[in-house]
């Protein structure tokens, strides 16, 4: 009998239209930094049962092709954040209104009151992640002048102080992923929501 074992942390099937990145573009590093502590919260995050990139099937496809054209080049994309439960961003929520918990705050919004991350749009009440379309990534082990997460004016994409090395790999980002369907969040370098779809449905299940 040939038994298969799913060696994988991503033990679940994605739901219908769902894919799991890991089986269609397994050169994608996968960093799934809200499945673990090192985030804005500093705890694993709600929602999130296992570090597993889900995408809806047509974003992950381009994504895919992204990521071929990158290796082509001698790059390889590492995700930060996919598919996110709404339980997430309501942990989110939650987190913002307690002043007491300050334990990230030298990392993550040095110069900002996390009260006013939602408003000034770093995190989002209606994320486009909850439709399974955009997804958080970088160029792996390259320099994008201010690290992922990192809520301040820096991290703005077009921000000017940014140059060099890390203004010509945030622009060769936008240009990947651009060519690829995807829209950059300005308010963030690593923020891409693919825009091929024309039902962007935001959906509630665990990752697990
Ligand atoms: C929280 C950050 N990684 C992010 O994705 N921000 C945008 C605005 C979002 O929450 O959709
Ligand atoms: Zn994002």
């Not at 496809?61 to 001698?74: M, P, S, T, V």
Request: glycine share 6%; with cysteine.
């Amino acid at each position: 009998m040939n038994i298969q074992k799913d060696s994988s942390p991503c033990a679940k099937q994605p739901p219908a239209g769902y894919v799991r990145l890991a089986d269609i573009a397994p050169g994608i590093v996968q960093d799934m930094r809200y499945a673990g502590v090192e985030n804005f919260l500093g705890r694993p995050v709600p929602g999130y049962r296992a570090p597993c990139c889900w995408l809806r099937q047509e974003a992950a496809a381009a994504l895919k092709a992204a990521h071929e054209e990158a290796a082509a080049e001698g790059l390889r994309l590492v995700v930060y954040d996919c598919y996110r439960p709404p339980a997430a961003t309501a942990a989110f929520i939650a987190w913002s209104q307690d002043p007491a918990d300050q334990k990230m705050k030298a990392e993550y919004y040095p110069q900002l009151d996390k009260k006013d991350l939602f408003e000034l749009g770093y995190i989002a009440r209606q994320s486009t992640h909850t439709t399974g379309l955009a997804v958080d990534l970088a160029f792996e082990g390259f320099d994008f002048g201010t690290p992922f997460d990192l809520f301040d004016d820096k991290s703005n994409t077009a921000d000017p102080r940014v140059a060099g090395a890390a203004r010509q790999n945030r622009d060769r980002l936008v240009a990947l992923m651009t060519k690829y369907g995807f829209e950059n969040l300005p308010h963030e370098w690593w923020h891409f929501t693919y825009k091929g779809v024309s039902d962007p449905v935001p959906v509630d299940f665990e990752v697990a």
